[in-house]
């Protein structure tokens, strides 16, 4: 599954990049898709939320993102940096008090605010004073029209001009003898079709736990809410604290009992466990088993040495493989987790304590006994409990395995 979208530079008057316009695509068509602006705005939102990050399609500029009204009602820009959205208000909107109290309200929050497709009215003169930017389809809007708009904010020179739909060396030459402080139109560039892998629902969900849960202070009523949302996550709770793994006596009737009888251990171990396997469904199943045998095998590594939390270790073996899962670069991925920063620095950099049994649980791996021995004795390790440990997390793995088949 992937999420769409489309990107178009937007230069200034020496034609240098200073942002992009963002626009939603449901496929590899580089088309509009047949959808209201509401569900194109909320599913651009949705994906720079979980499936991207902004600067994943944008670097270190601001994207230029369109808002129908009922998307600022619900705050939907609030979401993102004001540092990397510039809010664009569509052309559909009748200026009123409401958008004028939203409006206000994002200018005061710091957030950049641009009319689109602007046409001239003498009502939006109201909104001036919170306005940065002015599109204006430069195809569709004379010379004549222009010099009105330019008269009717004069007296607010924050107000840049941006020069829509620019197609030719001739319009752009005019634009600028027009004032114009930016452009936009394929004289510079056609919108460049991007795509990333995206998140199921369920997988937003876990998304969202995974946060939860990686707070100081679970708020158990909260991520019960979380689990009542999704019926398929709530099942597979309910399916894997009554698996044998646990061995209990009474059967777990209720998603907070389910939740109170795992514990926070188990239930962080779970999640990171079906996140893994909900977004891996499209790899061999031995990558699994292999991130289920890493993430075993760094918890029991944690209990030998007792310098990290069995939690940590644990989250960073389930995580190690998580560029192979979703095809992209490790670092790309950390950018979209809610992880601990050790967590990330042993992934990305290699670096820490998290890094160093990462390095043995490779040496296991590849079967080199003396780079293992090597590692396990700069780590201060008993070197009679870590295989131990390594044939604990094999068979671990191969239950979980067995335990997540009988969920689906």
Known sequence: MFFYAARQPILDRNKELIGYELLFRDGIDNAF?????????????????FAFGLEDFIGDKPGFINFTLDTLIKKYPSMLPKEQVVVEILETIQPGKRLLAEC????????????????????????????????????RTNY??????????AA????????????????????????????????????????????????LALA??????????????????????DLTLSYKLLRYSNSAIFKRRAEIETIKHALVVLGQAELKKFLS??????????????????????????????????????????????MSLMDAILDEPIESVMEKLPLANDIKEALINKTGILA?????IQCYENADWQKANET????????????????????WANEQMKALGEMT
């Open 33 to 49: 898709p047949n959808i209201d602006g509401d569900e194109a705005t909320s599913k651009m939102i949705e994906g720079s939320q």
């Open 356 to 360: 160093d049994y990462l390095k043995l």
């Open 144 to 153: 004549q029209q222009i010099e009105e708009i330019k008269q009717a904010i």
């Open 208 to 229: 969202e736990l995974l946060y939860e849960t990686s707070k100081a202070d679970m708020d158990l009523t909260q991520i019960t809410a979380v689990f009542k949302r």
């Open 156 to 203: 607010f020179p924050h107000i840049k001009l941006l020069a829509e739909k620019v197609e030719t060396n001739a319009e752009f030459q005019q634009a600028l003898e027009q004032g114009f402080s930016y452009f936009q139109g394929y004289f510079f560039s056609r919108p460049e079709m991007m795509q990333t892998r995206a998140l199921s629902p369920s997988q």
């Open 376 to 395: 396990i004795a700069l780590l201060k390790l008993d070197v009679t409990k870590v295989p131990d440990a390594y044939h604990q997390a094999v068979q």
């Open 273 to 318: 466990l079906l996140f893994t396997a909900q977004i891996s469904t499209d790899k061999p199943a031995e990558l699994m088993r292999l991130a289920m045998t890493r993430a075993n095998f760094a918890e029991g590594l944690a209990a030998i040495g007792q310098n990290v939390t069995l939690e940590k270790a644990f989250l960073t073996g389930m």
């Open 104 to 139: 206000q309200d994002l200018k005061e929050q710091g957030y950049t605010l641009a009319l689109d497709d602007y046409e001239h009215r003498s009502v939006w003169r109201h909104f001036y004073p919170h306005i940065d930017i002015i599109k204006i389809d430069f195809r």
